[in-house]
């Protein structure tokens, strides 16, 4: 009899746990949709039996990467213009193509593109906000990948809610329909920004949220100017004016959140709102630099995420863990900031965490879901390896990944996705993309 | 009869030409060691004949990148120590590993290590400065990529050169024995930096190298305390203190350049001199953000580096791209900054032309030495592509490279690597590696 459904075994485990704990010549045990085991193997004794054995060479095996902000129909404008003012990227490029080319069947391609792209480099969560969002999440669940996904709420008439004032109970209708529906989604509700929002919206957002014990998504403190743009006869700033209305507890996740003082700091802390940082993005718009070394200080919870693709361009995690150690100690001039072990917490507990399902997920724990991710370091690029926390985030990136499980179910087996035929989706986005038109001044 | 020995076809070129053209459906090539053709298939029209014809699929063919900044055998560290201050990092972890562990034979392993590397991921050239270089040299030779190498000169003992008063004419013998000697190969003079060579050393050793006329080589200015180290009455920036020693020319490669002021780069446009810009280990290290628009603007020649892969850890150039396009978009909160068309020709022609080799490679360009890579774009973070520059700056990495040739040989074909049986040498890698020893404060 077989006492796992799936061992993997020949690699080190990088739990992730409260210790820290790092397994050499390690093995984990998943029995259905759940971790059974995590230890050293023994010398001298035979593996356990199971009816799938993964050899991971060598390798690492570590918790899924969590990626707490992803737009996944973005992926269909990846390059579509860089490089330019923000003004100019949003007004000229990137909303002119929404408002014509996002319709429920590029939104559908547009998800599975990215879902498959994410597993593929190790990620077996995301956090999104978009808008057609029952779309985006019927291509999740496709995928099997894990999602919180929240319908997008803005004052102006939006993809699939062309009538402003059913803004709020489009994005509660959406909660409702996908609680309980899918295993691995989590309805959430995703407000755009406080300038995008008013008061009023953003309250009752908030009270639909809270009402049905979900998550509150909203950018937030993204680029300086953003204070200017928000209604408030007190000119407070972004994170003040949220927290006057009451939007900020431990179930709200900010976004970005690069703007803020030592008062804005303070009122976190206060909150215990969560982050999400998105290294990538906040540098190619050049909207700043988080201030992450002090909210690490204040005891907030702080997760990593890619952002939509159309500003990063890719939605590679270890990529966005690199970028998240070195950006920080340049910006300090201080090289012992955002150690590796620290940044691939944000990248995996935290992450969860600040979405709220680390109970379920983000660390490599007997009872937890069998969320769990195989990295290949026998290459030129992984050798030789001292410690396996400085490859994941200094050295690995995304096509490292040999096999991804999520929930215990196998979806990247030997570097290919197995829920999704990969070659007729390129071939469905290239045919869909090439109707889209595009300039560049200096190609 | 064959027209090519090698032709490229169904492939966007994109060039780095002085139009900067980028040729949809074009073809490449290749006849000895250099490119004999570079142009649009025409419809209807059959391919030209070739011994060795290379399906693009239609990917991205274009130039060999220029690795403007290695140390070799240092990839023998790669992750051995991170997230230190600069001091514990290079005295307490580094400085000891090569005093104990660098000896000939582990110099070969780790040279064989960091080209099979670079040239996995694109990479057909590299400046080099190491110690013991007479078997960096052998080892550079033995891949076949192409190489400016430069023995190292310190006023200490050094691996190879016990007595420091033998250290320039060391390095001077070492160009006179590999000038001519390889194709690939040639050779330079290495001095480490004006805080560890005295002005005498330092004149010297530029003597040696104009009289050679091979490129000098010099880490300077890369952290904000080095002005402070270095003996010189005066208290000159080391800039200044290099220009006023006579050592500044357009065949001088300053390395870092992280810290100099408006009279630095008055200085350094007067001269001509040349920068290699190596984001991630500056960031890595906390070094300081270099003023690389600066530079650019005051029509200064800069190109690429990794650094060496203790201090980055890994050899990838495209992932170098990317953080220098968006580490100087956000210090200077302007996201026009370093467009990719600007970044992609620094890792290509500017890096060839800081290191003297512009007029043989760097471009894609009919009589250029055939020094070419392919770029599969077949996968979902490559997919769509409305822009093949930004795709290869802020999208691709250095796995979806397919091929590389440098001077018209084919070093990688589908991803591997032809010269070197890479699975000894990680092996081998790996069996020395096993004998350093290190410590984590917390694993």
């Known amino acids: 009899m077989n006492e796992f459904d799936t061992l993997i075994h020949n690699g080190v485990v990088v739990t992730v746990n409260p210790e820290n704990q790092i397994i050499p010549d390690g093995m984990l045990g998943i029995s259905g949709d759940k971790i059974a085991l995590v230890t050293q193997r023994e010398e001298n004794v035979p593996l356990p039996r199971a009816l799938n054995r993964i050899d991971a060479r060598g390798g690492i095996i570590l918790p899924g990467l969590v990626n707490t902000h992803t737009h996944l129909p973005m992926s269909l404008f990846r390059g579509l213009a860089d490089d330019l003012p923000l003004e100019v990227w949003l007004n000229e490029h990137i909303f002119p193509a929404e408002a014509e080319h996002i319709h429920p069947e590029s939104v559908r391609i547009g998800t599975l593109l990215s879902c498959v792209e994410l597993l593929l480099a190790g990620t077996t969560t995301c956090c999104d906000g978009y808008f057609l969002e029952d779309q985006v999440a019927a291509a999740v669940a496709e ?39 899918c295993e691995t989604i989590t ?17 009752a957002a908030k009270a639909a949220a809270a009402e ?23 000119g407070s700033s972004p994170i003040a004016h949220l ?116 109970s379920l997920t983000g660390s490599l724990e007997t009872g937890k879901l069998a969320d769990v991710v195989v990295v290949d370091t026998r290459s030129t690029h992984l050798t030789p390896m001292y410690h396996p926390v400085s490859h994941l985030v200094y050295a690995a990136c995304g096509s490292d990944v040999r096999h991804v499980f ?36 200096n190609p």
Chains 1, 2 share one sequence.
């Not at 959406?174 to 309980?180: C, D, L, N």
């Not at 976190?268 to 998105?278: D, E, G, K, P, T």
């Open 187 to 203: 309805p959430s509700i995703f407000c755009h920004s406080p300038y995008t929002c008013c008061p009023d919206t953003l309250v």
């Open 212 to 234: 049905a014990g979900v998550l509150f998504q909203i950018h937030a403190a993204e680029t300086r100017g953003e204070a200017g743009m928000i209604v408030d006869p007190k």
């Open 243 to 358: 927290d006057e209305l009451g939007i900020l507890d431990q179930h709200t996740l900010l976004v970005h959140a690069v703007w803020a003082d030592d008062m804005d700091i303070h009122r976190l802390q206060l909150r215990r709102a969560c982050i999400s940082h998105n290294p990538d993005s906040n540098m190619k718009l050049a909207a700043g630099v988080a201030p992450v070394p002090q909210y690490l200080t204040a005891g907030l919870c702080v997760g990593l995420g890619t952002d939509g693709c159309a500003s990063n361009n890719n939605l590679d995690m270890f990529q966005e863990m690199d970028m998240a150690a070195k950006l920080h100690k340049v910006y300090a001039l201080d090289p012992v900031l955002m150690p590796a072990e620290s940044v691939l917490r944000m990248a995996t507990l935290n992450g969860a965490r600040a979405i709220g399902l680390d």
């Open 143 to 181: 995928t099997g990948i894990r999602a919180v996904l929240g319908q997008g709420v803005v004052d102006f008439p939006a993809p699939g809610v062309p009538d402003p004032a059913l803004n709020v109970s489009t994005a509660a209708g959406f909660v409702r329909k996908w609680s309980g529906r």
């Open 406 to 441: 999520v929930g215990g179910r196998h979806l990247v087996s030997n570097g290919s996705v197995t829920t999704v035929d990969t070659g007729s989706l390129l071939d469905a986005v290239n045919t869909f993309c090439d109707g889209i038109t595009t300039q560049r001044s």
